[in-house]
């Protein structure tokens, strides 16, 4: 039919878009750094135009509901910070502008996550994988050229980053955001070929994956394979599992200790030592958590922009408690800023939660966890293990990105697709 095939090519184009994620438009408004949001738009007109309705899972609903919720208490906060102080100036920004601009930002990943999960419905399970393979292969012949012209590889591509830059950084604005498309990339490719039944992508899959562990550097990649072996080993505790599977999961044990581990420790011990970034993303992942439940329903999309700076330097006695010399230039650059450009929590779940509070994170959390099946295979379980990984990395790195954002869309789709698959038909 014409139509799946319409709804595969625009299925393909957001997966595609969704690995670029240092478009110039970032330099006005931080959403304009995401083409992929604009394309969902008109993907989402579209459906409109030619569906009689949308299918909506829980996890839409409750983020529907998150959406009502964002609105509202911006607009109250904004009308009795205004009524207080005659202002409407906060850090540069007006709080009218910054608070629509965060509400757009929201519409666009839930428009986003409609378009997957209504797109993907009536796709056989190889024409949903596929896509991840070729851009896997493709994001690896891109960090293969990257990692030969560094520090100013492809510096005459229009970006927001900044060059020299001596780490691979795919398409996006730094090295740490290119873990969870490894990641999610990775593992769904990895699928794809067993499923398709294609030896040598599934050996090029892996000769990828390795390649980008080695040469990513990034913390947030290390902890994030950490865990992924460690949760899929213990969704496979009390099951039986073939002997080829057992080997596989010891070996990939006996390398994460044997390359992960020292990689993973010398770079905190360089960065508690030289840098900031364990420091910043730990502090402000504490002062999130305090934040959230001081203001349960949130402080909106503007406010937070007084409110936080307040709270890290409120707090800042805590490194006194700690035995540790960290570095606290960027934390304090945080308590003193003049604009908005870098003032966030470093973990995208409780930024959501100066939005919307411990209300707002624990309803997302409730339709996160809503769309987590029973694990009927060892597909199914690796799926989980990367879901609950994801989660983890909202609490405490990672950012509502698009690639995650298309991610959470497929698990509302995925579970059941392997789940139809019958063991004979994938080799299990």
Request: aromatic share 18%; charged share 15%.
């Amino acid at each position: 039919m014409l139509e799946n095939k319409i709804n595969k090519w625009l299925y393909y184009l957001i997966i595609i878009l969704a690995v670029y994620q240092n478009c110039p438009l970032g330099k006005f408004y931080n959403f304009g750094r995401y083409p992929v949001w604009f394309f969902s738009i008109f993907v989402f007109c579209y459906l409109l135009i030619t569906n009689k309705k949308l299918y909506l899972n829980k996890l839409l609903k409750v983020m529907l509901f998150l959406l009502v919720q964002l609105i509202f208490i911006s607009m109250v906060s904004n009308f009795i910070y205004t009524l207080n102080t005659n202002e409407i100036i906060l850090l540069k920004e007006n709080i009218f502008i910054k608070s629509f601009s965060v509400i757009i930002t929201f519409i666009c990943m839930l428009i986003t996550i409609i378009d997957v999960y209504n797109l993907t419905r009536n796709l056989e399970i190889t024409k949903i994988l596929k896509i991840f393979y070729y851009c896997y292969v493709f994001l690896f012949i891109y960090g293969l050229i990257e990692l030969i012209n560094i520090p100013y590889a492809f510096d005459f591509i229009p970006s927001v980053n900044k060059y020299p830059y001596y780490r691979i950084r795919l398409l996006t604005s730094e090295s740490s955001s290119t873990s969870s498309i490894i990641l999610i990339y990775g593992i769904l490719s990895f699928l794809c070929s067993i499923v398709s039944k294609k030896r040598f992508n599934l050996l090029l899959t892996l000769i990828i994956s390795v390649f980008f562990i080695i040469v990513n550097g990034s913390k947030t990649l290390y902890i994030q394979v950490i865990f992924l072996t460690v949760i899929y080993i213990i969704y496979n505790l009390k099951t039986k599992i073939k002997f080829r599977y057992l080997v596989i999961l010891l070996i990939s044990f006996i390398l994460m200790v044997i390359f992960i581990f020292p990689k993973l420790l010398k770079s905190f011990t360089n960065d508690i030592a030289l840098y900031t970034s364990t420091a910043t993303r730990s502090y402000t992942v504490i002062v999130g958590i305090i934040v959230a439940i001081k203001y349960p329903f949130g402080t909106g999309g503007s406010l937070y922009l007084t409110i936080l700076p307040q709270n890290l330097n409120k707090y800042i006695f805590l490194f006194d408690k700690v035995n540790i010399d960290f570095n606290l230039d960027e934390i304090y650059s945080l308590i003193n800023a003049t604009t908005d450009e870098t003032l966030a929590i470093k973990s995208g779940l409780l930024q959501f939660g100066l939005y919307l509070g411990i209300i707002g994170i624990l309803l997302f959390t409730y339709g996160y966890f809503n769309q987590l099946k029973k694990s009927k295979n060892q597909f199914q379980k690796l799926l989980n293990s990367l879901y609950i990984v994801i989660f983890i990395s909202f609490l405490l790195a990672t950012d509502f990105v698009p690639n995650i954002v298309v991610f959470i869309a497929l698990m509302g789709v995925l579970p059941n697709k392997f789940h139809n698959y019958t063991r004979r038909q994938i080799n299990l």
